[in-house]
């Protein structure tokens, strides 16, 4: 992928990480979806490459999709994860309709969709998921400045989604 200059179009480039633990085979591909606030426009990112990782217990194995994609500044929520699997229709997480904004002109790490399997519970679709956002910041600069090493000297904000971004308007708790 090549990224347009940010200063020309004023647009951010937009870091992150899905990480699906536990769940058994592997997946065609995985999508993160954004949403624009103002114009309801969705900004979907396509994964197909997975690293994978087996850390302390073979038990705990992590598939993990890198994403950058390049936004106009705005106003936005990460509304879901879908993963195509190979033997499940999909796996879809619905309770990642987090909100964020992002500034012109920048590089922005905002997190680390981390899906885990509980037990081996098994629906029609796949495995039931539980989902957290978690700060892996330093894993996904590196990464990003191997595959695009133009960007190697350029400061990387890391401002991660916080769960409280869930409940705010737009947010699956709504307004409070």
Known sequence: MQFADL????????????????????????????IEDATEKAYPVKMTQAIERFGQDPKKRQLSYYYF???????YHLQQVIGVHEKFEALEN?????????PKNSIRYIG?????AIGP??????????????????????????????????NIES?????????????IGGEF
């Open 94 to 102: 619905y309770l990642l309709n987090a909100n964020l904004t992002i």
């Open 159 to 171: 401002q991660v989604i916080d769960r409280y971004e869930y409940f705010k308007k737009g947010g």
């Open 7 to 34: 200063q020309k179009t004023k647009n951010s480039i937009v870091l992150g990480k899905v990480i699906f633990e536990a769940v058994p085979g592997n997946f065609k591909e995985v999508i993160v979806i954004f």
């Open 69 to 75: 994609i390049q936004l106009p500044e705005g106003a």
């Open 112 to 116: 680390t969709v981390h899906l885990k």
């Open 121 to 154: 519970v098994m629906t029609m679709i796949g495995p039931i998921l539980e989902s957290e956002i978690i700060d892996d910041h330093q894993d996904v600069i590196k990464v990003f400045k191997e595959q695009y090493p133009q960007f190697k000297d350029h």
